[in-house]
Each structure stands twice: as C-alpha cells, then as structure tokens.
C-alpha cells in the first residue's frame, strides 16, 4: 500500500506528511476498522457483568448503549491528544487509542450484579488511575527497570486468562442464560463457531486490509447468521436518539480504596504497555527508536484520554497495538491519517443510532470473536515471555506469582476474611501476581545454584 501515490519513502516515514485526502480518509478509516470491536467489547462486559447487559431485561439496558457510544467517542478524543497534542501530551505520531483490556478484570469485581449504582464507583476509579497515569508520565523511563519482560509477560498472561472465562459465557449464551435450557445449546455454539471459523480463515489465508479485520469480518458474517435464524432484534434502534452529546458525570462519582488503588496500580501495566507501542510505531513506521519526548507525551496523553473518559461514563484508554501491525504494515506514519480515523470514531460516538446497532449483536456472536481475542492476550503474553531468560531464579519467581495469582482468582472464598475492598483486588489475580513478581525480581539474588530447584521441580529444571 505504500505506493508514489501517497508520498516518497522520505514522506511515508515522516508523521508530519499529509497523503492525499483520497487516499488518507480510507487509511484512517483502516486504523478504526482495526480496533472497532476490540474497543466497544470492554464496555459490554462491564455492561454485562452489573446486570444490564445484554439478555438482562433491564430497564437500564440503555446504558449500554450510551457506554458503547462514549467508548467510540472518547477513543477518538483521545486519539487526537497523541496524535495533535496539547502542549507536552501526545506522542505527536500515528498512535491509536482504545478502551483497555487489561482493567477488565479489575472492574468485574467492582460492579458485579450491582446494576447502574455501582458506575459511580468504576469512574472514580478511572477518572483518579488516569490522573495517577498522567503522573507517571514525569518518570515513565525511570521505572522501566522494575517492569522487564518477566513481569509484564506474566501480566498480560494474567489478564487474558481471567477473561477467557467471559468468552465462554458468552458464546453459550451469556451469564443471564446460565442454568436454563438455552445456556450452551447447539444453535449457541454453532453461531459462535461460524465467527472463529471466519477469523481464522481471513487471517491465515487473505492478506490486507481482510487479514487486519478479521475478527470484524468474522462478526460481521456471523451477525448475519444469527439474523437468518431469528436471533437478532432491532427493537432498540428506532428507539435511539439520531443525535446525542456526552454527558458530563452521567454516572457520577464515586471514590473507594479499591477502586482508586486498582486502576493506580493497572496504570503501571497500561503505561508500559504504551512505551512498548510508541517504539513499535517509530520502529516499524519510521526505523528508528522512540524519543524520551515522545515516550513520555504518549504516557501523559494516556493518562489524560482515561481521566476525561471517566468524566463522562467512559472506560480506560491506553494505546492500542493491533494498530502498531498495521503501521508496520502499510508503511504510513502519517499521524494525520490516523487524525482523521479519530474524526470518524467521534462522529460515531455522536450518532446513539451506532450503539444501538452494535448493541443488536447477539451475545453469541460477540462470544466467538472474544474467544479469539481475548486467546490472543494470552498468547501476546506468552510471546513476551519468550523474551525472558528462563533461569532457575524467574522460574521460581513465576511460578510462585502465577501460582498465588491463578490460584486467588480460581478460589476467591479464600479470602473471605479479608476487608472487602483488599479482597476485591486480591483476587482478581492479576495485581497479586504483579506485585509479587515485581517485589522477588528486585529483592531476590541474580543465581540460584542447580540444586535449589531441583526438589521443588520434579526434575523439570528448565534450560534456556
């Protein structure tokens, strides 16, 4: 795709370039196709997880709608903080922002089957992580060292298996269907199927623009599907309003510990998992190394897109890294290409009707396109942690945070004594793994002799 048409090499390596206007509409558009269902599943899990999701029946069932609206909305807007900038935030480059996967699981615990009234909650916890996020962007580069490969390998890891659960829900029929006939029935699970049939076939055997939306195509024709055999209702649509502006605090506010320390602790994550995007992008786009300027406005520009999202009802922000792929593949590092995807995405967030139509999708159709993706997080994970070197001290490390980690998240009644708001983060698995991983690789020494690991093992040491 990067042809004379659209610039010089010189050009399509520069974020500054402007390609011709027919040309950069349908790159932008490129970039939202990319990142669309990845962006508004957050918000029909959280949705789904307080009680007014799909399949609910309740009267606040509109919220979802209005959730999925901002989350268009506010990607947007915070898409335009990286890619024009305010000031020092916003990398200034072709970064694609989204609502986050990783604080997925630790929002399920604060809102779940607590309906409309515990959102207050949620936002007070986005809008002060976004703040904390921001800080961190003061000393992003200073506290890389504390997050190699072992520990964010282990997170990612962490965070897709705690939401692969949801996939399967969802592909049977969703948690409101759970204990009925309905719950797992064939016709469920053969909608479900038809999705990860057709991702995986786009993936593995189209190229382009099919290959990169993939998961959006297999929606798209298992949506159809589900329509033929009577599964989709378009009584919402005619309902939703043409035209809808954000409602400031439309959820309120509400601070709690573990709401407030949770998404703190998640930013960590997101903001490292943002350098490791600003790179990507300035690697693959441009074949150079990010700047600590431009490292440090992404950070701010997170932070900044997350704490304005919690305002208004939205999710987190963080940088999205499907996008990073595109970039590399397409060759364009026009960052007002990516400027012009923003545009499209608030237009979206603007129009009610949009969220209406997304929210016809039947659960079981969402299922099998999170299935894949949210597989995927876990072997993003996986393939981070083929970074690492496996001596016998990360070994031991991993096993002990994995171990405490899955084990609380399996298991949470083991924790029943504990105060509710440390119990709502300890088991979520992830912030314990995280820490405990974080704590051992600075205390712990650099070796371990042979025979320390051996017992503990089974023989099964492990060699680089």
């Known amino acids: ?177 759970i204990g009925t006939e309905e719950y797992g029935s064939a016709q469920n699970w053969f909608v479900a199927f038809v999705v990860i049939f057709v991702t995986l076939g786009l993936k593995f055997f189209t190229r382009g623009m099919l290959s990169v939306s993939a998961v959006l195509v297999g929606l798209l024709v298992g949506y159809a599907v589900a329509y033929l055999m009577g599964m989709v209702n378009f009584g919402n649509v005619g309902n939703a309003a043409t035209l809808a502006l954000p409602n400031p605090l439309h959820f309120g506010l509400e601070f709690t510990v573990a709401g407030v320390v949770g998404f703190c602790l998640m930013s960590f994550v997101s903001a490292v998992e943002t350098v490791g995007d600003v790179s990507g992008i300035t690697k693959g786009g441009a074949g150079r190394e990010a700047t600590d300027k431009e490292i440090q406005g992404a950070t701010f520009a997170d932070g900044l897109g997350t704490a304005v999202s919690g305002l208004f009802g939205a999710l987190p922000n963080t940088s999205f890294s499907q996008n990073v792929g595109l970039i590399a593949m397409t060759g364009v590092m026009s960052r007002h290409v990516v400027t012009i995807g923003a545009i499209f995405l608030i237009v979206c967030g603007l129009i009610p009707k949009v969220g209406a139509i997304i929210s016809t999708c039947p659960i079981e159709v969402l299922g099998g396109g999170v299935i894949v993706m949210f597989g995927m997080v876990v072997a993003a994970g996986v393939s981070m942690l083929s970074d690492v070197d496996w001596k016998r001290r990360n070994m031991v490390i991993f096993a002990i945070a994995l171990s405490l980690g899955l084990g609380l998240q399996l298991e949470p009644a083991a924790l029943q004594y504990l105060p509710p708001s440390i119990k709502v983060l300890a088991t979520s698995g992830i912030l314990p793994a995280a820490l405990i991983a974080i704590v051992l690789n600075l205390i712990l020494p650099e070796e371990l002799a042979d025979e320390s690991t051996e017992e503990i093992s089974g023989g099964m040491k492990g060699h680089r």
């Open 1 to 177: 795709m990067s042809d004379a048409s659209i610039g010089t090499p010189a050009e399509l390596k520069d974020p500054n370039h402007t390609p011709p206007l027919a040309k950069a509409v349908p790159l932008g558009i490129q970039h939202v196709l990319a990142m669309f269902v990845s962006n508004v599943t957050p918000a029909i899990i959280i949705a789904g997880a307080a009680g007014f999701g799909f399949g609910s029946n309740s009267p606040d069932f509109p919220q979802m709608i209005y959730m999925i609206q901002m989350s268009m909305f506010f990607a947007g807007i915070a898409t335009l903080f990286q890619t024009i900038g305010i000031g020092p935030v916003g990398a200034k480059l072709p970064i694609v922002q989204g609502t986050s996967f990783a604080f997925i699981p630790i929002m399920i615990p604060l809102v779940a089957g607590k309906g409309v009234d515990a959102m207050a909650v949620l936002m007070g916890g986005v809008f002060l992580g976004g703040i904390f996020h921001f800080i961190l962007g003061l000393f992003i580069g200073k506290i890389r060292f504390a997050l190699p490969p072992l520990v964010t390998g282990l997170v990612v890891t962490m965070i897709g298996l705690a939401l692969v659960k949801v996939g399967i829900q969802y592909a049977a029929g969703g948690v409101p269907a």
